[in-house]
Structure formats: structure tokens, C-alpha cells
Nanobody, 136 residues
């Protein structure tokens, strides 16, 4: 059974940093993608970053809104994906979720070119959310 456990949220002031963790279990770390999504009150769930491994090659994705501020990384020994969030802004306030999708086509160039990395519907397994609050 695939399980995802997200943690690391909290409250920070604008300009601060947080690191989210997503511990995954129930699948081998190959031909997979783990994405980070966020949802603010009254807004749709937004894909902000993803990391994938396909045939031992890592690729990553960032939404424009977080590019150059957030960094995604993976520690396969710990089955954990991290999202380092720097220079946080009040508009980053949301509940953050990690999600996973598995399969031989996941993380290929086509998968990214079709925009799958940031689409909530492309992911099959979801963790619980962790709240991030950024005050001005």
C-alpha cells in the first residue's frame, strides 16, 4: 500500500524559510514522481513542484510562482522528498500536500512536455496536508 506522510509546515514571517518533508512507503523509488501541491482557501489545488525518477534519471518541475525560491530534492535512502522553501511570501500561505504517481511513463520527457508534473489529476496517491502560513 502506497502511503505518503507530509510534515514540516508552520508559521513564518515574510522572507523566511521552511522545509517540507514527504516520507513515502509502499513502492520502489524508480519510475515514479512525487509532487508538491498547495491549496489556499477558496482556490483550486495548484501544482508547484515535482521530482521524478525514470530509468535512474532524475528530473524536476517548478511552477513559475515558486521557481528560484523553492528547491525540491529526494533522498532515496530515506524514501523522502523535501521541498526547501525560501523567501516565503504571504501568497504562499496554503495547505501543502505531497502526492505520488507510479508507472513506466512517469517522469519521461513526454510526461513533462504534456504538463503532467503539475496536474493534480495526474497523481494517484496523496498524503495529508501540512499548513504553511506566511505573515507580512
Amino acid at each position: 500500500e502506497v502511503q505518503l506522510q507530509a510534515s514540516g509546515g508552520g508559521s513564518v514571517q515574510s522572507g523566511g524559510s521552511l522545509r517540507l518533508s514527504c516520507v513515502a512507503s509502499g513502492f520502489a523509488f524508480d519510475n515514479y514522481a512525487i509532487g508538491w501541491f498547495r491549496q489556499a482557501p477558496g482556490k483550486e489545488r495548484q501544482g508547484i513542484s515535482a521530482i521524478s525518477m525514470n530509468n535512474r534519471e532524475y528530473m524536476s518541475y517548478y511552477a513559475e510562482s515558486v521557481k528560484d525560491r523553492f528547491t525540491i530534492s529526494s533522498d532515496s535512502a530515506k524514501n523522502t522528498v523535501y521541498l526547501q522553501m525560501d523567501r516565503l511570501r504571504p501568497e504562499d500561505t496554503a495547505v501543502y500536500y505531497c502526492a505520488a504517481v507510479l508507472g513506466p511513463d512517469v517522469g519521461t520527457n513526454n510526461w513533462y512536455s504534456y504538463g503532467q508534473a503539475g496536474l493534480p489529476n495526474a497523481y494517484h496517491y496523496w498524503g495529508q496536508g501540512t499548513q504553511v502560513t506566511v505573515s507580512s
